[in-house]
């Protein structure tokens, strides 16, 4: 598929996108079998040419998941990457990786940047190849997803830079290359996770800065996750999203995709408190549990957030990345969630006095 | 044949063991026999403990992976190891041993064995009923014995009680808290767990010196701390509960199982900041696994009381020697205590009855055998634990036997999830650190008390800590010299 013709199916594709449209955050069950795999190639058990087309087999699979779950904007699972870290610092040009064996392929790396990072216009990450494979897959939306500079920068544990400021918009403007060239690939939904920013609370004005280098003069439908961690499926901090305002009104995207399943949907009074007028990724599903939800709870979560979001600006997707749950378990939680979307997009499409569900409490700042 | 000794420390120096006095009887007589000697694995151990489940000599088969897969097998395609603890060699005729055990290979099963059960894995063996018999109806033991069960640990206390230990563990918990406050991040509630409580005695030497500590340290933590004592037996708990009665604001108490704390303390997920578990490792259900040749197996293993033995003990208490193990089923069942009520005519009274039990577990052994495993995938170490974590080990060890620790790692797992992302795992308990350790020591079973002992698979539980995401280190335990007490330290990583 040309990368025009990945454009033009793209954006015909968005264009039959639902109200409370259902989405993925990024990544996607990760198969025992795999895991086993993608180590071997770290002990140099297998080669990189059958290591890939192992992926090119479960991109394959999950997309089909999604799809048969009923997913309107899906994901490639993010399968190619060992983790959300390491798959783009060690591709970014001087970023120094000493040591690149691992025992486990989900370990991190010990990254350096021993020299300040040169500016370069043009990509040098690869992402762009991934994402015309996931395009050539299907005919759904896609939604493509890398981790951001701030949280990227936390892994460097050694930087030429006195600043770590300077690091992170050095990394930003990497990352914004790579994201012009996904663009021109025919990317059109970008989303930037910061899987770290919730343990540094005090640099949401930074984190946020870098964003928007990210995507400055990226003209792409973007999108913001910030959750509390999902490193083998435990929350790595624990809190509110209160850090995240007032800066994150400043952040150059159109959705911020948070987590709620998990913690509650308390923090939804932020939306009350603040002026976000853009969308909101609504997280329904908790991924730190293999307990499926039912629709019911799903559509549940949905009023709740109804009462501080209007529908148009709602997107509906898990807490965050699938990656560490049995797949029956991810493909169990998925069809859920559509299903709940489904039935408040229908009571939406009813006349008012037709609603015959009760309305959810009132939500309070305690709630 | 291959002959594999283990205690090779044990060759060397002033009293160094005279290996071929002891083999040469045990050879000759292989020799004399028409076993076919290419398939036969001889291993020596040095059973270290007094009281445990083996003979001088056992004969174990290893079944052909051929008959796992439904294909005819032949006759003699059965492998054979044959164990010998090398620590009592000097007080048997080896070579009438070994004679004695082949020509019992040809045998009838049962001529010389009354058997407890059938073969299993291990962690469903009735020995494990006797382990729980004895935690159980401790305060019975203890009177029968005239000691308590801390006199029986090496040092006569436990561990968890060292001062320097506690104060060091509270110090480094002050640290992490006073951090998380300095960043508005403490929770209101700070919650402890202790599993395996004991007497209570750890509880309330920790308590005494965390509001100790804590009033020097001036931050008020004691008014936030929720001690949560765990343990098996109810009984335990209460008297546990009466020994912290001084802090009783700041304790609650569960009866659990420790392979599944969740179940009754999953409101704590992601929430504790102190996991503490002393000498309960050891003493959980395992399994043993075995690689030999290439290919895996089960060790099954199967509870028997040898016939001269259940002779002696079925005469000695009035039992008519074809009831002996439907008596020894009511004792497992029913307690000490209800057999007397049960059985009058033989136990007129708690203490005859606590002699019976005795006898009987100080007369069980264990007969064993390899059975080929199917697949790794499909070997359940614990719920959401399968075999595939063994992998490593078995592929970077060459043939190799070892505990799999299931108990401990169900309950390792399933302790994980509780933990703050600040929150630590501290367990004192005799780990295996290096897998080396397989090859040169005998790590289990052996009977402590009316308890059963085994090594723990230390390098296991931090491989799968580490797929989890946390760090699992081991050091000696650092205040107490002479002792094999390891502490495992659990943290998350990255």
């Not at chain 2, 009923?129 to 640990?153: C, D, H, I």
């Not at chain 2, 509880?203 to 500590?213: G, N």
Request: aromatic share 8%; proline share 5%.
């Amino acid at each position: 598929m040309s990368q025009e013709t990945a454009r033009s199916t793209e954006q015909s594709a968005s264009a039959t996108l639902p109200m409370l449209p259902t989405t993925v955050v990024g990544s996607y069950s990760v198969p025992e079998w795999l895991e086993r795999l993608k180590t071997d190639f770290y002990l140099h058990r297998i080669s990189p040419a059958h290591l890939a087309e192992i992926h090119d087999v479960a991109i394959k699979a999950a997309i089909k998941d999604q799809e048969q779950a009923g997913i309107d904007v899906v994901s490639d699972g993010e399968l190619r990457r060992d983790n959300d870290i390491d798959y783009l610092l060690a591709r970014i040009p001087g970023v120094s990786i000493t040591d690149t064996n691992k025992a486990y392929y989900y370990d991190y790396y010990d990254a350096e940047v021993p020299e300040p990072l040169a500016t370069s216009e043009t990509s040098a990450l690869g992402l762009v190849d991934d994402f015309v494979f996931t395009r050539g897959q299907t005919d759904r939306p896609i939604k493509f997803s890398f981790t951001g500079p701030f949280s990227l920068s936390r892994r460097i544990r050694k930087s030429a830079y006195s600043n770590r400021a300077d690091l992170v918009r050095s990394l930003a403007r990497a990352l914004n290359a790579e994201a012009r060239e996904l663009v021109a690939a025919g990317a059109t939904r970008l989303q930037i996770d910061e899987p770290f920013l919730a343990g540094y609370p005090d640099d949401a004005g930074l984190a946020i800065e870098a964003i928007n280098l990210v995507t400055e003069d990226v003209e792409a439908d973007w999108a913001l996750h910030v959750c509390y961690g999902n490193r083998y499926a435990r929350p790595s901090w624990e809190g509110h999203y209160d850090f995240l305002f007032p800066a994150v009104l400043d952040a150059e995207v159109g959705t911020l995709v948070l987590e709620f399943a998990r913690k509650g949907y308390g923090d939804l009074a932020l939306f009350k408190r603040y002026p976000w007028e853009r969308r909101l990724g609504l997280g329904v599903i908790d991924v730190k549990s293999e307990e499926v939800e039912t629709s019911e709870i799903v559509a549940a979560r949905i009023r709740r957030a109804l009462e501080v979001v209007p529908p148009e600006r709602l997107i509906v997707n898990p807490d965050c990345g699938l990656r560490h749950l049995p797949a029956f378990v991810a493909r169990a939680k998925l069809k859920a969630m559509v299903a709940g979307a489904a039935a408040v997009r229908q009571e939406l499409s009813q006349p008012k006095q037709a609603t015959a569900e009760p309305s959810a409490p009132a939500l309070t700042e305690e709630s | 044949m291959l002959v594999e000794v283990r205690p090779s420390k044990k060759l060397r120096g002033a009293r160094a063991l005279n290996l071929t006095a002891c083999l040469a009887p045990i050879l000759d007589a292989l020799c004399e026999d028409s076993l076919d000697l290419s398939r036969l694995r001889l291993v020596c151990d040095w059973v270290q403990y007094k009281n445990n489940f083996r003979d001088v000599i056992d004969v174990r088969p290893i079944l052909s992976p051929a008959k796992q897969n439904g294909r005819a097998a032949e006759p003699d395609d059965d492998k054979l190891e044959i164990a010998i603890d090398l620590r009592r060699c000097a007080d048997a005729d080896l070579a009438d041993v070994v004679r004695d055990v082949l020509a019992r290979r040809t045998e009838p099963e049962g001529l010389q064995r009354v058997y407890l059960e059938d073969w299993s894995r291990g962690t469903t063996s009735r020995i494990w009923e006797f382990n729980s018999l004895y935690w159980r109806f401790l305060g019975v033991w203890e009177k029968a014995t005239g000691r308590l069960y801390e006199q029986a640990l090496p040092g006569g206390e436990s561990d968890a009680r060292n001062i320097a230990g506690v104060h060091e563990l509270i110090k480094e918990m002050f640290l992490v808290w006073d951090d998380l406050a300095a960043h508005n991040a403490l929770p209101d509630e700070l919650y402890v767990i202790e599993l395996g409580v004991g007497n209570g005695n750890q509880a309330k030497t920790w308590l005494d010196e965390f509001a100790k500590l804590d009033a020097e340290h001036g931050s008020e933590y004691y008014r936030r701390l929720h001690y949560m004592m765990c343990d098996y037996s109810e009984h335990v708990l209460s008297s546990a509960r009466e020994n912290v009665a001084d802090h009783a604001a700041h304790v609650s108490s569960f009866a659990l199982d420790a392979t599944t704390p969740m179940t009754a303390l999953g409101f704590l997920r992601y929430k504790v900041f102190l996991v503490y578990i002393s000498n309960v490792y050891d003493n959980l259900p395992t399994e043993d696994v075995a690689q030999i040749g290439g290919h895996t197996y089960h060790a099954e293993i199967r509870a028997y009381l040898p016939k001269a033995g259940a002779a002696r003990i079925a005469e000695r208490f009035g039992v008519e020697s074809h009831k002996l193990v439907g008596t020894i089923d009511k004792l497992l069942s029913l307690g000490p205590e209800l057999l007397v009520d049960a059985l009058s005519a033989n136990f007129g009274e708690v203490a005859r009855a606590a002699e019976f039990w005795m006898a009987v577990w100080d007369a069980v052994k264990l007969e064993e055998r390899y059975v080929p495993m199917t697949g790794l995938d499909l070997y359940e170490i614990a719920p959401g634990v399968n075999g595939e974590m063994l992998r490593p080990m078995l592929e970077r060890h060459g043939d190799v036997r070892m505990q799999v620790s299931n108990g401990a790692i169900a309950s390792f797992v399933d302790t994980l999830p509780l933990l703050h992302p600040y929150g630590r795992l501290q367990c004192h308990d005799i780990f295996v650190t290096d897998p080396h350790q397989y090859r040169t020591g005998f790590l289990g079973p052996g009977k402590y008390d009316g308890s059963i002992v085994n090594w723990v698979n230390g390098p296991l539980l931090q491989h799968i800590g580490r797929r989890k995401g946390f760090d699992v280190g081991y050091a000696p335990f650092a205040h107490r010299t002479g002792t094999n007490i390891v502490t495992l330290t659990a943290q998350v990583r990255d």
